[in-house]
């Protein structure tokens, strides 16, 4: 079994800790691959003292990777899903952040994450991704959690026409426009009331940020039906983001969301199904009533 291993340096993640996880990945399995901005990053001037494959891109590594693990938290799960580049390799998050819906387990269970692996003992999920179609973000113009649209910190209330298969949906005024996928229910369309869709499921979550208008709420739609959004705003600009990579834009441009005809692949193991960590990670039927006796 061979693994490439991707994150980004935190306060949290150091490099004492990737020193330990290299370690026990060596002992599991036959090649570690570091993408090397992840591996410059943890290890700066210091010596490592093992050996590892650097690798600029994922595809250097083509089709002897067999899982990329992402080492992080939530947003690091995301770029490694961008660093992926159409691999079709399958990516698994070992969480050292706080929340961190995306990943499966925490760096203590590691050792059995690798040992569950090697056994064959996951199942793998297809999860559906947001197509932006716009010349922005031209190298990766995908998103795993969501696609939004928001006013800038100068332009005040803007107003969002929307379109869903061609048919005109809504005007939304207020500070922006959430389009999420089915994973990414759980980020920050849920902070603003959406709902939380099972991840394997292929739709969209469309959630107004702090609108002005009472009777507009989250609406779920069909993932083949093509999403076209118009901005209007004082400034003339507008901030488009997708997943953690933000810029502004010209008003004069035009919106286009479809549902992304490859998917990627994440990693599922056994006990760490997606109804036991969304319960787990909000303590769904934690009541503290219940200590008191």
């Known amino acids: 079994m061979n693994i490439l291993l991707h994150g980004h340096r935190t306060k949290l993640f150091t490099y004492q800790m990737l020193v330990s996880i290299v370690e026990l990945c060596l002992k599991h399995c036959e090649k570690v691959y570091i993408c090397s901005e992840f591996y410059h990053e943890m ?110 910190d100068l332009s005040g209330m803007i107003a969002i026409d929307v379109w869903v298969g061609g048919v005109f949906l809504n005007s939304y005024w207020g500070d922006g426009l959430i389009i999420a996928t089915p994973t990414g229910s759980t980020a920050y369309s849920l902070s603003c009331g959406g709902p939380i869709l099972d991840p394997e499921m292929e739709a969209f979550v469309i959630t107004p940020i702090a609108s002005h208008t009472l009777t507009a709420r989250p609406i779920v739609i069909d993932a083949n039906k093509e999403i076209k959004i118009k901005v209007i705003s004082r400034t003339n600009d507008f901030m488009l983001s997708k997943d953690s990579d933000i810029m502004k834009v010209s008003a004069d441009n035009q919106i286009n969301i479809t549902k992304r005809g490859q998917g990627v692949k994440t990693v599922r193991l056994q006990h760490k199904d997606f109804y036991t960590i969304i319960s787990d990670k909000l303590m769904w ?9």
């Open 285 to 293: 039927g934690v009541d503290k009533r219940k200590l008191l006796f």
């Open 43 to 152: 290890v700066a001037s210091e010596s490592f003292p093992y050996h590892v494959n650097i690798v600029n891109k994922c595809k250097e590594a083509g089709s002897d990777i067999d899982f990329l693990v992402s080492v992080g938290g939530d947003g690091s799960f995301l770029s490694s899903v961008a660093f992926s580049e159409d691999c079709d390799i399958p990516v698994i998050g070992i969480n050292t952040g706080r929340l961190g819906f995306l990943s499966n387990a925490d760096t203590d269970e590691l050792e059995q994450v690798l040992q569950d692996l090697k056994q064959g003992k996951y199942t793998i999920e297809h999860r559906m991704l947001a197509q932006l179609h716009t010349p922005h973000f031209s190298c990766c113009n995908y998103a795993l959690n969501d696609i939004m649209v928001h006013r800038t």
